[in-house]
């Protein structure tokens, strides 16, 4: 099947910071992508929709100017937690929908565990 | 808003027997559903799905039943073993195209 890569795995940083997640699709390329966000014991939440090439697209709710997206190819997209606090501490997911482009299934990454001090 | 749901949290089942997860979901417009396990600390990992204008679909020791009528969704696992401890998402797809997840189903296998 599809791969998804998801870098890092799992971060540790200070309050006020910045944080990087990037989520490669290795065998494909996606014109889309999906980003979740997950809290312990919870379902998956949909952020936004990446899209290769033009603005991602947010959920109600999510703050555009805190949660950056960027999908710079159409292998590469990334989300960038600015000036990250405590509440943000949570697992972030990626997916995107493979090579038929279906987006009705999805592949997804291994995610990545945000802890903010 | 629309969402889509599990009747129980957690499932714990001995080894070798059957396991039965349910979900309810609320938008009678969604026409694909999909079953997810997601192990700790790890992406969820795609198991079976079904449309809608099918009522039963079988994978290699999973079956997934579909009822539109009261708008439920099951997943059966047959001999479960101790890997099948995961949790355990429905999804359906809107006719948005996004993909929305139920609470999830932690399924606890006893040896």
Redesign the interface.
Known sequence: GAVVSQHPSWVICKSGTSVKIECRSLDFQATTMFWYRQFPKQSLMLMATSNEGSKATYEQGVEKDKFLINHASLTLSTLTVTSAHPEDSSFYICSAPGPTGLSEKLFFGSGTQLSVL | GESVGLHLPTLSVQEGDNSIINCAYSNSASD?F?W?KQES??????II?IRSNMDKRQGQRVTVLLNKTVKHLSLQIAATQPGDSAVY?CAE?TNT????????TTLQVKP
Do not use: C, E, W
């Open positions: 694909y999909i997810y600390g790890k992406g969820p990992q795609f799905d998402f797809n195209g996004k993909l929305i997840f139920g609470q999830g």
